[in-house]
């Protein structure tokens, strides 16, 4: 097939999911224009997001905000305190307002070292707790479960210390066929850009815990709501009615999109499980690793691990140029612990710049092959960037 056949399959892939149910969200969005109730209060839109949110991930109830940093940082200010230094323990591969946040509550961020799965296990966070461990906060990244995370919350539970879930890249993953973020004391989502359900900017907090729920809305700028004891004021986390608007249809569909992905997906796992220059492949195929396989993702995406830097960097590369949306975290990328300042350095059990991820356009299926061959194509490059025979 030649590169101009090829690239033509690329003219009509969606990337932006948001824009499948653009038709709906422009209703809702007509509507709260032209109510003009556009805040939080007098609204109805995001009242009916944080149900709606809550329902999905089995949780009692959310609270939306206006973005997940902000989730994020409310939800550490409404922590119950303890005696400082408080030390927390984050992945070393999450976005960069991760550690952020902890610093901005006065606690103390410890970095957990990623496995080749992205995420750490149990074995990396038990050495690094200790008496002034509070909390840990675990991310599902990539469209993917962290696998480890049953062993991680009983562990954490018998000794007291609080797990937080950092789903941002969490819509549509499930984790024993249940949504991920239904087991720390609290999960957080975003709706950035790029996420299942975008609307720019957005986020949201689910727990169960009701006394939390009132700190969160309180704190974060229900003038309705009295503050809890300690609480430092109130801020101004509040998610808009436009917001809302813009994700409740998308959260509907969200169930139908991961279907819609699949098929792809699954192709493309085929694909790079045969395709001599991968290491490895996540998610694997179904059954041969429990919460890695492609049942347990959200469809977007598919990573491989591929024999070195270089090899990954003229990938990615190739894939730029091609126009098939991919994440290669190469130097300077703000996910990776080595590049956040102010925090402590981490020894890395994993090089992330030999990993690449591609993210599952929604593709006309009879257009599903040749997005196959630009795929293979783009992985068979030799030591010279050219491609192999």
């Not at 991968?278 to 059954?287: D, F, H, Y």
């Not at 070195?308 to 894939?319: C, E, I, Q």
């Amino acid at each position: 097939m030649d590169t101009a056949a090829q690239t033509r399959v690329l003219d009509e892939p969606v990337y932006q999911y948001s824009t499948l149910t653009a038709a709906d969200q422009l209703e809702l969005l007509t509507k709260v224009v032209s109510s003009g109730a556009l805040g939080a209060i007098g609204g109805d839109h995001v009242r009916e997001f944080e149900r709606q949110a809550a329902a999905h991930l089995g949780r009692h109830d959310a609270v939306a905000t206006a973005s997940a940093t902000a989730a994020l940082e409310l939800l550490l200010r409404c922590l119950p305190p303890h005696e400082p230094p408080e030390r927390v323990v984050i992945p070393e591969i999450c976005w960069i307002s991760v550690p952020t946040a902890v610093l901005r509550s006065g606690r103390t961020p410890v970095i957990a070292p990623a496995t080749s799965d992205l995420t750490p296990h149990w074995e990396q966070i038990e050495p690094l707790l200790d008496e002034r461990t509070t909390v840990v906060i675990l991310a599902h990244l990539r469209g993917r479960p962290a696998p480890d995370t049953q062993r991680i919350t009983d562990e954490l539970a018998q000794r007291g210390v609080t797990l937080i879930e950092d789903c941002a890249q969490g819509w549509g993953t499930t984790l024993d066929k249940q949504p991920v973020g239904g087991r720390g004391v609290a999960a957080v989502f975003s709706t950035e850009t790029h996420k299942l359900v975008a609307t720019g900017e957005g986020g949201i907090i689910a727990t169960d815990d009701s006394q939390l729920l009132d700190a969160l809305r309180a704190v974060g700028g229900n003038t309705r709501i009295a503050l809890p004891e300690n609480a430092g004021g109130r801020g101004n986390d509040r998610m808009s009615e436009i917001t809302a608007a813009s994700a409740l249809p998308q959260l509907t569909y969200l169930n139908a999109l991961r279907q819609t992905l699949r098929p792809l997906q699954d192709k493309l796992i085929d694909l790079l499980q045969d395709v001599p220059e991968v290491r490895s492949v996540l998610p694997t195929a179904i059954g041969k690793s429990p919460n890695l396989d492609a049942e347990e993702s959200n469809g977007s995406l598919v990573g491989v691990w591929l024999p070195t830097p270089g090899h990954a960097n003229r990938v990615a590369d190739h894939l730029f140029r091609l126009g098939v949306r991919h994440w290669w975290p190469g130097p300077g990328d703000p996910h990776l612990a080595m590049n956040w300042p102010g925090t402590p350095s981490t020894a890395s059990l994993v090089d992330m710049a030999c990993y690449l991820d591609i993210q599952v356009p929604v593709l006309d299926e009879s257009r599903h092959p040749a997005f196959l061959d630009l795929i293979r194509s783009a992985l068979r490059l030799d030591n010279h960037g050219s491609e192999s025979a």
